[in-house]
C-alpha cells in the first residue's frame, strides 16, 4: 500500500520480529527460564504474595525507583528497611522528607525519593488513596513516574498487557535484531517500545517483562554475555551473524538489504567480527562529566559531654543533593590554589558566621574525589578547631552540632561520608 507523504516507512522486517511462530516460542522460552532460574528478590516476592493492589503497586513501585541508576545488590537491604518502615502508601504520606533523606543516604539521585513521598502525598489527599490503574494513568498522575516505571507497575501489579523498555531490554532487543543506530536516540526507542509490545506475552505481562530485563541483567550483559546460556539464542539474529560470519561480499541473510536503513549501523562503523554480540547495542559518544573543585570546613568542637562534635548545614531543597547535609563547604575556581584556597574559604566562614576565621587556624586535611553521573567533584578538606559555643543564624541555612555517631544516622551524602 502506498503511504501517505507524512508517515515513516515501517521498518524493515530483520529488524522486527513479525512471525507469531517465532513470537510464541521466544515467550516460552523466556518464561520457562524465568521460572527456573530467577533471583529471589524481596519486592517479587511481595508482588507475587499481596492480594491487595493497592499495596501490592506501591512494593513494585518503591522497588523501580530504587532500582533506577543502583544495583539490586545494594538496594536490597535499602527496599526491606523502607519497606520495614513505611510498609504501606499512607505511611510514607505522612513521613517527613528529613526522614526519608536518612534512609536514602548513600543510594544516590536523591531527588527519586523525595518525589516518591511527594506522589504518595498525592495518593492520599487527591486519589482517595488509591493508586492509578493503568500505565497511561500512573505516568500522567504521579511525579516522577515515566514511562518504564508506569509500564513496569501496570504489567507485574495490574497485570496490564503493556511493554516496557529499561537499558537491560534496549541491550537484549538491540542483539536479538541486530539494531545498531544510536540506542538512546528517539526514533530508535520508539521502536524499541512498539516492539517490546508485540513481545510481551498476554497472559504473563509482569513476568514477561521482568524475564526480559533478567536476562539482560545476568545472561545478556554488556561485556561478557553468556550466548550459551541464554534460553532465546535461536531467535538472536547477532549470535547468527557472529556464528555465520560474513566471508563473501554478497549480502547474507542477516544483512538488512535495505540502503541507509536507519536502524543498521551506520556506514562509518560497520559490524567488527571481533567484538561479536556485544556490536549491539551502539551508543552516541558520552559527554565528559564537568569538572568541580569544592572547599569542605570540617569544624570541630568539645561538645558538653566532652564528645567531639562538628557543625553539618543543610544544603538548599532544589538542585544537586537537594536538603541533605554537609560540612560547611564552598565551591572553587578552577585557578585558585594552595594559599588562596585557604584565604578565600577563612573569608567565607567569617562572612557566614562571624567568627574570626583566619586562613593560618585551618588545618589543610587531604583531598577527596567522588563521582557525580555528570560531575568529577575534588573535595579539598581542612578541618577547624573551635573552642566556646558557637550558633549560626537559621535564616542563612539550618545547621546543627552532630556527634560522630549522629553524623552517620543523618542524612548526609556518601561523599560527605568520605569527608
Request: glycine share 8%.
Amino acid at each position: 500500500a502506498a503511504l501517505s507523504a507524512g508517515t515513516p516507512a515501517p521498518p524493515p522486517t530483520p529488524h522486527v520480529f513479525s512471525d507469531p511462530a517465532e513470537i510464541g516460542a521466544l515467550r516460552r522460552n523466556l518464561l520457562a527460564w524465568y521460572d527456573r532460574c530467577k533471583r529471589d528478590l524481596p519486592w517479587r516476592t511481595l508482588a507475587a504474595t499481596e492480594p491487595d493492589a493497592d499495596r501490592r503497586a506501591y512494593a513494585v513501585w518503591v522497588s523501580e525507583i530504587m532500582l533506577q541508576q543502583t544495583q539490586v545488590a545494594t538496594v536490597i537491604d535499602y527496599y526491606n528497611r523502607w519497606m520495614q518502615k513505611w510498609p504501606t502508601l499512607q505511611a510514607l504520606a505522612q513521613a517527613s522528607l528529613e526522614e526519608v533523606n536518612e534512609l536514602w543516604a548513600g543510594l544516590g539521585y536523591y531527588s527519586r525519593g523525595k518525589r516518591l513521598q511527594e506522589a504518595a502525598k498525592k495518593v492520599m489527599s487527591e486519589l482517595a488513596g488509591r493508586m492509578p490503574r493503568t500505565a497511561e494513568d500512573l505516568q500522567k498522575l504521579l511525579p516522577g513516574v515515566g514511562r518504564y516505571t508506569a509500564g513496569a507497575i501496570a504489567s507485574i501489579s495490574y497485570g496490564q498487557v503493556t511493554g516496557v523498555v529499561d537499558g537491560n531490554v534496549i541491550r537484549v532487543l538491540c542483539r536479538l535484531r541486530c539494531i545498531g543506530a544510536d540506542s538512546s536516540s528517539p526514533a530508535v526507542i520508539d521502536q524499541l517500545w512498539d516492539m517490546a509490545s508485540v513481545l510481551v506475552d498476554r497472559s504473563r505481562p509482569g513476568d514477561f517483562n521482568q524475564a526480559l530485563m533478567e536476562l539482560g541483567a545476568t545472561v545478556c550483559v554488556p561485556k561478557a554475555p553468556l550466548c550459551g546460556e541464554c534460553p532465546v539464542k535461536q531467535h538472536c539474529r547477532a549470535r547468527r551473524r557472529k556464528l555465520f560470519g560474513k566471508p563473501t561480499p554478497v549480502p547474507d541473510v542477516e544483512d538488512c538489504g535495505v540502503g541507509g536503513c536507519p536502524l543498521c549501523p551506520p556506514a562509518m562503523e560497520p559490524w567488527d567480527s571481533s567484538l561479536g554480540v556485544t556490536n549491539f547495542p551502539r551508543k552516541a559518544a558520552k559527554k565528559q562529566p564537568r569538572v568541580a573543585r569544592t572547599a569542605a570546613c570540617v569544624m570541630e568542637r568539645r561538645g558538653c559531654r566532652g564528645a567531639l562534635e562538628y557543625l553539618i548545614v543543610q544544603r538548599p531543597s532544589s538542585g544537586l543533593l537537594a536538603g541533605l547535609w554537609e560540612f560547611p563547604s564552598l565551591p572553587l575556581d578552577q585557578d585558585l590554589q594552595g594559599e588562596k584556597e585557604r584565604e578565600v574559604l577563612a573569608d567565607h566562614l567569617r562572612a557566614w558566621t562571624g567568627w574570626p576565621v583566619v586562613a593560618g587556624g585551618l588545618r589543610f586535611v587531604g583531598e577527596v574525589v567522588h563521582i557525580f553521573s555528570h560531575i568529577h567533584q575534588t573535595y579539598v578538606v581542612y578541618s577547624l578547631t573551635l573552642d566556646g559555643d558557637v550558633t549560626l543564624d537559621p535564616a542563612l541555612s539550618p545547621s546543627r552540632w552532630v556527634t560522630e555517631e549522629e553524623f552517620h544516622a543523618s542524612a548526609v551524602s556518601t561523599a560527605m561520608k568520605k569527608v
